[in-house]
T-cell receptor, first 117, second 112 residues
């Protein structure tokens, strides 16, 4: 079974609108973390946001926020006020294991986001 | 700071040839990783090194070897390249107490 599932292969959004990219995960480890990365067409991987399993509040970083629903095992990325530069592949990833140690992250297959002017 | 650097950026090999992909980080991170990215597959972990002197297999280690030369450098070797190893290879690093990974720019490898 996949540990990270991104069910939307492609998403389209109008510039300045908000968009939600879905991510569900599967783990039995009580200590885990969830990440989102952006990969523009130039190819580099850019870290966006992180949520730990014990964090009480949803993570936010500028226009990015993570809608973390632990009971549903979902960690959706919300991008507010989309910009043309947000067009990219977005990957959800999970680390399992104790904080402070090395961890092996697992990546989802990604969602392609296209922002229309 | 350069962050994570990888060489080369592009490489074409013939089946059976060998090569080494180089990776270096200047962030004093303990952990380093090698991934491959294929269309529609996301990133898959090949090998990782939790700290200097240790290496472990990831999800897809067959056909690859690694060396953690020192804390800064982590190389990936293809001993006998096969067309199935055509992919984009990413090196990444992370600090022990930091959670996010920092990625290099990638190496696009084609095996004919």
């Amino acid at each position: 079974a996949q540990k990270i599932t991104q069910t939307q292969p492609g998403m389209f959004v109008q510039e300045k609108e908000a968009v939600t990219l879905d991510c569900t995960y599967d783990t039995s480890d009580p200590s885990y973390g969830l990440f989102w990365y952006k990969q523009p067409s130039s190819g580099e991987m850019i870290f966006l946001i992180y949520q730990g399993s014990y964090d009480q509040q949803n993570a936010t970083e500028g226009r990015y926020s993570l809608n973390f629903q632990k009971a549903r095992k979902s960690a959706n990325l919300v991008i507010s006020a989309s910009q043309l530069g947000d067009s990219a592949m977005y990957f959800c990833a999970m680390r399992e294991g104790q904080a402070g140690g090395s961890y092996i992250p697992t990546f989802g297959r990604g969602t392609s986001l296209i922002v229309h002017p | 700071n350069a962050g994570v650097t990888q060489t080369p950026k592009f490489q074409v090999l013939k089946t059976g040839q060998s090569m080494t992909l180089q990776c270096a980080q200047d962030m004093n991170h303990n952990s380093m990783y090698w991934y491959r990215q294929d269309p529609g597959m996301g990133l898959r972990l090949i090998y990782y090194s939790a700290s200097e002197g240790t290496t472990d297999k990831g999800e897809v280690p067959n056909g690859y070897n690694v060396s953690r030369l020192n804390k800064r450098e982590f190389s990936l070797r293809l001993e006998s390249a096969a067309p199935s190893q055509t992919s984009v290879y990413f090196c990444a690093s992370s600090g022990t107490l930091n959670y996010e990974q920092y990625f290099g720019p990638g190496t696009r490898l084609t095996v004919t």
